[in-house]
């Protein structure tokens, strides 16, 4: 009976297993939490990285044409090529004229042509004619995600109408149109200030 009975006690008893189990769940406990906050924030990063990336365009065509994209129409009659479509304002029109102005060749009154020449000189200041994606909401690239308004309110916030972007043409103010709150401490400063 002597080797039986070193069989048995080379096992663990269930006594120590439970310790083990309870060590692990603790730990879990602990690091879990922390991987959802850095994808918070790796969120917020690109918010902001993109947030600063059209703000700096939108600034570069005020700077060159005195006004800001979207307030003027983009449709050009004496583009050789492809002009854009977009007629200028609030709403859907005022919307294609910002991405047609952001992302084609412009003149100096805001038309828009798809091949640089002596006339249209400036631009194109974004590489795509879509916007990104909202890295909060993960919405944004349709045109119907972004809302386009004449308000001048340079305090202006989103109101979470389309999850995407929201300009004002006359203020120059672009933001995030949401009210989420990704890290649980309140309303969201930081990304909505231009």
């Known amino acids: 009976m002597q080797p039986l009975r070193n069989a048995i006690q080379k096992g663990f008893t269930l006594v120590e297993l439970l310790i083990v189990v309870i060590i692990l769940a603790l730990l ?6 922390q991987f ?12 902001d990285t993109t947030l ?4 700096a365009a939108i600034d570069l065509y005020y ?3 005195g006004e800001y994209p979207g307030e003027l129409t983009a449709v050009d009659a004496t583009c050789g090529a492809t002009t ?7 709403g859907a029109t005022g919307a294609q004229a910002f991405l047609d102005q952001m992302s084609l060749y412009t003149n100096a009154d805001g038309g828009t042509c798809s091949v640089k020449d002596a006339v249209f000189e400036f631009g194109p200041y974004l590489k795509k004619n879509t ?15 972004f809302t386009v308004v004449n308000a001048g309110d340079i305090l202006m916030a989103g109101d979470g109408a389309n999850g995407g972007w929201k300009y004002d043409i006359l ?11 990704p890290d649980g401490a309140g309303p969201e400063v ?3 200030q231009r």
């Open 28 to 33: 879990a406990a602990i690091v879990v939490p």
């Open 131 to 145: 916007l990104p994606d909202n890295p909060i909401t993960n919405v944004g690239s349709a045109l119907a995600d």
């Open 171 to 181: 203020a120059g103010k672009f933001i995030a149109d949401d009210t989420t709150d």
């Open 84 to 90: 854009g479509t977009g007629v200028g304002g609030a």
């Open 63 to 65: 700077q060159q044409h």
């Open 52 to 55: 600063s990336n059209v703000r």
């Open 36 to 47: 959802a906050s850095s994808t918070d924030d790796a969120k917020l990063a690109s918010l």
């Open 190 to 192: 930081s990304y909505d």
